[in-house]
């Protein structure tokens, strides 16, 4: 079954950045599996989910909100990724163009749906 926000290329976009959250957090040490490891899988699973429930709701102010829950989802990740990088975790500059996209394509669309909303 295709949902509306599956078209929306920032959520295809979200979608691949959970994969490499996935992939990349699985070589973390162990120690960390209910510390960093947790916390950016759950901020990146966050960032594509509500963008589905905004896009679920009926209004364009409504889908902007949950937009701004995912950007600020994103940000959290991002000062994620940079705590892994600076204790070694990940190659420098890992994962940041796909965080760097994602954030391009959010603004984009909310900078859309803004338009929208009634004054």
């Known amino acids: 079954m295709r949902r509306k926000h599956h078209d929306l290329h920032v959520w295809q976009e979200a979608m691949d ?3 490499s959250i996935y992939k990349v ?3 973390f040490p162990r120690d960390e599996i209910y510390a960093l490891t ?4 759950r901020s990146a699973v966050s960032i594509p989910s509500n963008i589905a429930e905004g896009a679920a709701r009926s209004g364009s ?3 902007l909100h949950f937009l701004s829950i995912a950007r600020g989802s994103l940000s959290e990740l991002e000062t994620q990724v940079q705590i892994a ?3 070694g975790y990940m190659k420098q500059n890992e994962l940041v163009e796909n965080i760097d996209t994602v954030f391009r394509l959010l603004g984009g669309l909310m900078k859309s749906v803004k338009n929208r909303v009634p004054k």
């Open 17 to 19: 950045l959970v994969q």
């Open 38 to 41: 947790n916390q950016m899988r």
């Open 25 to 27: 957090t699985g070589t």
């Open 61 to 63: 102010k409504e889908f």
């Open 85 to 87: 990088q600076r204790l």
